[in-house]
């Protein structure tokens, strides 16, 4: 693999795997319960996310983007906080077209719930 050809596949990963698992100094048991921790908060922010975004609430849409970027940042999830900063900075500005970047929060959420459990059915 050609260093252009592994650039286009780490920028098309949910999760930067290699970086998570520095991260957790190569123990999988800690990529795995980062993971899940992860995924847990994430449900309730999309949740708390969603009900802010109904209200059109831009300071807590701002601030719950904020958490997002940070945690998905913890476990690597790159793409998914390049997100969640965009839709934090939208609200910050109190943009009307915050739609398009939660829908791209819901879609990388989705990928990365199947990445996540595509990665610990190969582990196990």
Request: aromatic fraction near 4%; glycine fraction near 4%; charged fraction near 35%.
């Amino acid at each position: 693999m050609n260093g252009e050809t592994a650039q286009v596949f780490a920028e098309e990963q949910s999760i930067n795997w290699e970086s998570l698992k520095s991260r957790c100094i190569g123990r999988l048991d800690l990529v795995q319960k980062a993971l899940s921790r992860f995924q847990e908060h994430l449900v309730g922010d999309l949740e708390a996310l969603e009900i802010a975004a109904e209200s059109r609430n831009c300071e807590e849409i701002a601030r719950i983007a904020h958490r997002i970027k940070g945690t998905s940042l913890t476990v690597s999830a790159d793409r998914l906080a390049e997100f969640a900063m965009d839709l934090e900075q939208k609200a910050e500005k109190h943009e009307d077209a915050m739609d398009d970047s939660l829908s791209e929060i819901r879609e990388e959420c989705c990928r990365l719930s199947e990445a996540i459990e595509q990665q610990i059915a190969k582990e196990i």
